[in-house]
């Protein structure tokens, strides 16, 4: 667990790397968009700075694997992250036109997921992630989201609620002990199970390889809680 000393250390690291890149002209700022980890596998990804972005993490930021790797590789990550959050600040829409190319030029292993680290920013971040999940139907996207309040504000704005985000969007609402969950449209759920815990949740353990679960359609599905280990 990270003390609070740490957080703002990294935090005020964070802030001192956006300054610099706010007096870049945007196009001078490199995005960061990742072919993969040994993690989730050969999967697109794009992050934003930790915490900074999350706007529902009081709780979970003290556990927080981004700002562990924030804290242990500060010269690589967090000027990655800040790099794609001053993006965003400065030109949303550039930001989404760069992740749109990145997806045309992919061949294979059509995967992308929203936010290894940071969260939904509002709903206009989230219809825009819609709209790219329209535009590229061959990709599955899929993005953990403690953002509750902003997805499910969106889909009380449409008709088929739910039913409006396209299949191939993979919206799970990630849980985290302490933090009240609502979920009246049945958004599948994914859990961390602490080492405090005595007692593991019925469903799918993720594995990691998220391309390879993808590729096979198991875990993070509809009626089914997903959960890893605390890590």
């Not at 219809?127 to 139907?137: G, T, Y």
Request: overall charge positive.
């Amino acid at each position: 667990m990270f003390k609070q000393e740490t957080i703002n250390r990294v935090i005020a690291q964070a802030i001192e790397t956006g300054r610099k890149y706010e007096s870049f002209p945007t196009d001078d700022i490199a995005m960061c968009i990742s072919s993969g980890n040994s993690k989730i596998g050969r999967v697109m990804n794009v992050s934003l700075m930790p915490v900074m972005t999350c706007g529902n993490c009081k709780e979970c930021k003290y556990l927080c694997y981004d700002i562990k790797a924030c804290n242990q590789y500060p010269n690589t990550v967090i000027d990655a992250r800040m790099r794609n959050t001053v993006l965003l600040r400065k030109d949303r829409g550039e930001y989404f036109r760069r992740i749109d190319a990145a997806l045309s030029r992919r061949r294979k292993n059509k995967y992308f997921r929203w936010h290894v680290a940071g969260d939904i920013v509002d709903v206009d971040y989230f219809d825009r992630m819609v709209k790219l999940a329209r535009k590229h139907p061959d990709f599955i996207f899929w993005t953990y989201t403690k953002m509750y309040n902003v997805v499910n504000e969106w889909c009380s704005w449409h008709v088929d609620k739910r039913g409006a985000i396209p299949n191939n969007l993979h919206v799970m609402f990630s849980e985290w002990r302490g933090m009240p969950m609502h979920n009246p449209y049945g958004f599948p759920e994914f859990r961390v199970v602490f080492k405090s815990d005595a007692v593991k949740p019925t469903g799918f353990y993720c594995p990691g390889n998220c391309d390879v679960c993808k590729a096979a359609g198991r875990g993070c599905l509809a009626g089914e809680t997903t959960y890893c280990n605390e890590h």
